[in-house]
């Protein structure tokens, strides 16, 4: 005769809360308050240098010119960059790729949202 046993259960799942255990505010563990730049918080020693101020650029395009058709240029002249529309733009600290991003307006203002972290 062939012994069948029962499956097992599974174990009992902790009671589900009342309505007003629900409903309280649960104490999250604490945690260190972030800079004001929403920048994670790192240690004491990168906390002091938060405030140094960077040259930041974005870069639109580039092209090589003789002098002659930069002395030439004039309101309306157009120069042709190297850069194809659409590509991501380079952003640069003091000089430095260090992300790429597409160009935005906000509130009639360029400015630029960071699609990648990082030099390629």
Do not use: F, H, K, W
């Not at 994670?40 to 002091?48: I, M």
């Not at 580039?62 to 002659?68: A, D, E, K, V, Y």
């Not at 240029?73 to 380079?90: C, H, K, Q, T, Y």
């Not at 600290?93 to 630029?112: F, H, I, K, S």
Request: proline share 13%; glycine share 8%.
């Amino acid at each position: 005769m062939n012994d069948v046993s029962a499956p097992a259960m599974p174990p009992a799942a902790a009671p589900a809360p009342t309505p007003a255990e629900a409903l309280a505010p649960q104490a999250a563990a604490p945690q260190a308050p972030a800079p004001a730049s929403g920048m994670p918080r790192t240690s004491p020693a990168l906390d002091a240098l938060g405030s140094v101020m960077l040259d930041v650029t974005v870069e639109l395009g580039r092209c090589r010119m003789p002098l002659s058709e930069v002395a030439a240029l004039d309101v309306g002249s157009v120069v042709e960059l190297e850069a194809r529309a659409g590509e991501p733009l380079p952003v640069l600290v003091n000089g430095r790729v260090v992300a790429y991003g597409e160009p935005v307006v906000v509130d009639g203002q360029m400015a630029l949202r960071v699609i990648s972290v990082g030099a390629r």
